[in-house]
């Protein structure tokens, strides 16, 4: 970074949303855009809208485009980091292979970087969040779907095929025995993502048995599981247990210390308390310690903002 | 290496016998020497066993001590591999935090590195063996126990608590949703190791519906299933579908493209076979390639000499 070139930018890039903020050299954000994006799935109108978001935020905190350094941007989706390149994503987007990486240089004319959402929130949480001073920890997100940033030795593990941490799909007692097809939910995401916590609710729901109507968010039920409705309990539990399971199956393969979880059903605190429960009760093989996000839905934008601030660095997940 | 230093020792230690290997400093063997260590669990006795091998190896090559440079070691349970402490064996041993390498270099006055059996076997895949010039993959020992070497950017992940690649206590479909208690089997090996195999053959085997005994190991019980026997090929498919189970977990959260079978069981054409036929029909979201062990019972043999060469260079897993 020369030395008038003070800014860089971080993007959250979601399926539903594009969130960015404008950060000082040392990471403190100075500015935020954020706009819907929901049914824009041309790469090209991604790159014109984060291009629009680019000079708010200038005119916003009143910094000129030429001392922006660098933008980095958390992908929906695998994304080969060396490549720049988004490999694919689910259908909300459905990219297949978009170059990123290159598209945002050619638009802003400042090098650029990308990796995977569920990445750099890890490396989020690496640098100033609850993974801060932990070498080695996974990131669980779980919301709609479910995935592991892992992060060894203070890098971010990305695997030969930039797929590390689709545990989304694991195979797990009460699973079925076969992996689903390709398109299809994890099988943890169905039971565990938020539209499968919703599904198990209506499953057990009667109305001779609670108060609460049938038609409740994955946060909502276990908000009443907390105030003690005993239907909502069941359910805490089934999903502590699945997310136990879980856990115990990836530290048995990388024995990580510490998981961070984030997304909007993971970050309930009800559910982080019953699980690791489970896991302490279960003894001492493995052990970790669970932990919430302490950045909850700015990861990934403070992720992608280190992302960028490491151009022309070493690519550690933090820098100390 | 002091240029008239051309040795180095490595040595498989295991519960029912120790094997040492004198090679040369390009890695071939020049010497071998065994014995068996049943009811021998005093450190002390076996770091005397050693020394005797040691001796036993110099005279049998014509090397004199002085032109052996140092030893490797793999040793059968959780290993310190910076202290060159091992941790805890199973109880064949029964060993808690002996001092190995301190131990070998006081009996011995040369430089000891030692390593858990399973990372080390990795390590001899990744040198000379299956897995020569693959970077990420992992080694599955599958004998009495089950356990994973995991080579990562061609280093020996060895996880935060030294206990990474505890595979065997996987939870899958089908086993206790709970895992087992300290000092029993894995849910894993109780059906995919040695004794698990047989103990299946031994619960669904009846006179009227096979013509072979009722006592047979797990190769055999193999080996009768590629031959045809329908009661055999039932064992033979119901312990690929665990172990394309065990691996496709892995791969989710490794993404490894490279999955090497070792051990007693584990190197079993047949069930090598059917596990990959599993796998590619499950689909495309990870499809690891299964290959046997070429080193079969050398992997760790070579693993603990790479080690011994590796003394006072970089640790790589293979130093190409």
């Not at 997310?243 to 993971?266: E, S």
Request: net charge negative; with cysteine; hydrophobic share 45%.
């Amino acid at each position: 970074m020369s030395p008038e070139q003070k800014y860089v930018v971080g993007v959250d890039l979601g399926g539903t949303n594009l969130r960015l903020g404008l950060a000082n050299r040392d990471g403190a954000l100075v500015a935020r855009w954020s706009c819907p994006t929901v049914g824009i799935r041309d790469p090209k109108l991604v790159v014109d809208l984060i291009r629009d978001g680019v000079d708010h935020l200038g005119r916003q905190a009143s910094v000129p485009r030429r001392d922006i350094h660098s933008i980095g941007v958390g992908a929906p989706g695998i994304t080969n980091v060396e490549a720049g390149v988004v490999i694919a994503t689910s259908y909300l987007m459905g990219w297949r292979d978009v170059p990123l990486r290159d598209l945002l240089e050619a638009a802003l004319g400042i090098p650029a970087s990308v990796d995977n959402d569920v990445n750099v929130a890890a490396i989020g949480e690496s640098w100033v969040g609850a993974a801060k001073g932990t070498r080695d920890f996974v990131f669980l997100a779980i919301g709609t779907g479910i995935g592991a940033g892992i992060v060894l030795d203070g890098r971010c593990f990305r695997g030969a095929g930039w797929t590390a941490g689709e545990v989304g799909y694991m195979l797990l007692p009460g699973t079925p025995e076969v992996p689903v097809g390709r398109g299809q939910p994890g099988q943890v995401e169905e039971m565990l993502g938020g539209n499968g916590v919703k599904s198990q609710w209506q499953l057990i729901w009667k109305a001779d048995a609670t108060t609460l109507p049938k038609d409740l968010t994955a946060t909502e039920i276990f908000d009443q599981a907390l105030l003690g409705d005993s239907l909502a309990i069941e359910i805490l539990r089934r999903c502590a247990h699945i997310l136990a399971q879980l856990i115990y199956n990836i530290a048995l393969v990388l024995n990580c210390p510490l998981f961070v979880l984030g997304g909007g059903v993971g970050m309930h605190s009800g559910l982080r308390d019953e699980t690791q429960r489970l896991l302490d009760q279960w003894g001492t093989r493995v052990q970790p310690r669970l932990a919430l996000s302490s950045l909850g839905t700015d990861a990934q934008l403070m992720g992608a903002i280190r992302l960028a601030l490491d151009i022309g660095q070493s690519q550690t997940a933090h820098p100390d």
